[in-house]
């Protein structure tokens, strides 16, 4: 499912064709245009608050163009993967990808359930420590994983 509004930082690291290729450039678009926006707690604006636009169609349009494309390109590797790196069954070792798109996923969760704010950037550095985290751990069950994934993630309930 993707998502209708976007900080300025989202919509500057998916590098849309269709939007200027700066802060500024994003900034004066939103405000030509009358881009609908709240206003959320987080990093990025004056006061510890950042907007998150309503973008138009013709952007939604871009985005989901992209992750399509990425998705078909995701298909076409595993397709091109050995097989016994595909098939993961309760109870069966993971493979690298399913951990990390498993890390992903919790964070994504945990970030919205207890309303975070983390920007991409947060997100993607949390994702790695609880990836290499993981890591340290090999062998395990997807059950396992998700079970050792959530404790991690607890600690920063607190």
Same mark, same amino acid.
């Given at each position: 499912m993707i998502k209708n509004? $976007? @900080?300025i930082n989202e919509l500057l690291g998916l590098s849309l064709r269709c939007? #200027? &290729? +700066?802060r500024q450039g994003i900034h004066l678009k939103s405000e030509r245009e009358h881009w609908p926006y709240v206003e959320v707690p987080g990093k990025g604006g004056p006061g510890g608050? %950042? %907007? /998150?636009? /309503?973008? #138009? @169609? $013709?952007?939604?349009? /871009?985005?989901t163009e992209i992750l399509t494309d990425l998705s078909n390109e995701t298909e076409r590797r595993v397709a091109q993967a #050995? *097989?016994?790196v595909i098939h993961i069954h309760k109870g069966q070792v993971m493979d690298d990808t399913r951990l990390? &798109?498993?890390? &992903? @996923? &919790? +964070?994504? *969760?945990m970030n919205e359930t207890h309303k975070l704010g983390m920007t991409s950037e947060n997100k993607g550095e949390l994702i790695a420590i609880l990836y290499k985290f993981m890591m340290l *751990? %090999?062998?395990q069950s997807e059950v396992e994983a998700a079970d050792d994934i959530e404790q991690f993630l607890n600690v920063f309930k607190k």
């Open positions: 509004k $976007y @900080s939007l #200027p &290729a +700066t608050v %950042r %907007r /998150e636009f /309503e973008v #138009p @169609s $013709y952007v939604l349009n /871009e985005i #050995p *097989k016994n990390l &798109a498993l890390c &992903a @996923s &919790a +964070t994504d *969760k *751990k %090999r062998g």
